[in-house]
């Protein structure tokens, strides 16, 4: 996969690579990418399984042409929606559309003043509270269907509140930076309308202890991990 990027603003690390190994929906299924930035998660799910009907969704124009041009370089068909998760208005080229499953990396942190710059600013900090963009990306997928996320994990609590009233069957994964380190990120998995208990699965270690990366991580890496077969 070649994958171009801004010189300036948010560029890909591991969260995203790390989150599409564990968003493994059936083929032909629909899917939305919401906050897909450059398109790298859309850009592993359709060229893993090119059934997937992707649409890819970004508040930031620029980001969006990004995406369309690093859809085209690897001639992946991805359909690319300029709009804003929050506004009904904003992305009422969705408004009758059902989604089999919404994966997500969104910005981490709660808005804040410092002096950054803009692309910074919205590819970095919550552009909507956390609980809009659940309850957006839930409002476009269908009853029965699956979300997957990346966030930190001192927000799994918000997370967890945010999914309370519309989905269930939650999987918890932690990702630890190290073996001797709490987890900094999680991920979690859940189906709208799901009725089953919340698990915390076995998590992940990104890197070893003189800082290379684990076997598990070299394997998510280069592409030849799989640990979600069936979403919850």
């Not at 080229?93 to 919404?102: M, R």
């Amino acid at each position: 996969m070649k994958l171009l990027q801004p010189k300036v603003g948010y560029r890909v690390a591991v969260d995203p690579i790390i989150l599409a190994a564990f968003t493994t929906p059936r083929a032909g299924r629909k899917i939305l990418d919401v906050g897909c930035g450059s398109g790298v998660i859309s850009l592993i799910l359709k060229l893993q399984e090119q059934s997937l009907r992707i649409t890819a969704l970004d508040i930031d124009a620029e980001m969006c042409c990004l995406c369309r041009r690093n859809a085209e370089i690897n001639a992946a068909d991805i359909r690319v929606v300029n709009g804003d998760i929050g506004n009904a208005k904003d992305i009422a080229s969705l408004k009758n559309e059902c989604f089999d499953h919404v994966v997500t990396n969104p910005p981490f942190f709660e808005r804040q003043s410092s002096r950054i710059s803009e692309t910074k600013r919205t590819s970095h900090f919550e552009t909507l509270s956390l609980d809009d963009w659940i309850a957006g990306c839930l409002g476009r997928l269908k009853n029965g269907g699956t979300f997957s996320m990346i966030h930190l994990a001192s927000r799994a609590g918000d997370i967890l509140g945010a999914l309370k009233n519309n989905a269930g069957s939650v999987q918890i994964i932690p990702i630890f930076p190290k073996a001797d380190r709490d987890a900094g990120r999680v991920i979690i998995l859940a189906r709208k309308s799901g009725k089953s208990p919340t698990k915390i699965r076995p998590g992940i270690i990104v890197h070893n202890a003189d800082g290379s990366y684990s076997d598990t991580m070299r394997r998510i890496l280069s592409g030849n991990f799989r640990t979600a077969p069936n979403l919850p």
